[in-house]
């Protein structure tokens, strides 16, 4: 219950870790080897190609990731697929009956691009997840600190 517990690594990050670091498990930096059960779905791993890259130049991916970022990137394929089948289908469709109710694909379109932008956050592939994760250094505190900085540089 609650929230997640912060990883020491962003703590220290965000200038917000007191005291003694806990010890906490940790995989080397570094890309993960891609699943086996991806190769079946070819946008997955286009997805996974490009994410690899992506993460590996922020510095967030360890050896240690492969499994979550497997499961973003088929959970993008499936958003994609069902994302075509909305737009093939439309909105509503008939029932055996007549009469029109709302395309399912839509339902599960809006819950995968709900997982998909959670699993997202976990990696800092979004906006507020990367704010989140800038360091105080990057910022001075006030016009005053700024002022001094200047004068030092």
Known sequence: MGRKPKPTAIKILEGTQRGQP???????????????????EPLAVAKWVELVDILSS???????DGEALATLCEVY????????????????????L??????????????????QANLMGEFGLTPSS???????????KDDLEAFFAAEGA
Do not use: W
């Not at 007549?98 to 997982?115: C, D, F, H, I, T």
């Not at 704010?131 to 001075?140: D, F, N, S």
């Open 22 to 40: 806990k010890r906490e498990p940790s995989a080397p930096p570094g890309a993960p080897p891609m699943p086996e059960r991806l190769a079946v």
């Open 58 to 64: 922020m510095g967030v991916l360890t050896t240690g």
């Open 77 to 96: 394929a499936a958003a994609q697929a069902c994302l075509l089948e909305l737009r093939a289908g439309g909105p509503t469709i008939k029932t055996d």
């Open 98 to 115: 007549g009469g029109v109710k709302p395309n399912p694909a839509g339902s599960l379109y809006r819950g995968l691009v709900v997982l």
């Open 130 to 140: 990367r704010v989140r994760l800038g360091t105080k250094a990057e910022a001075p």
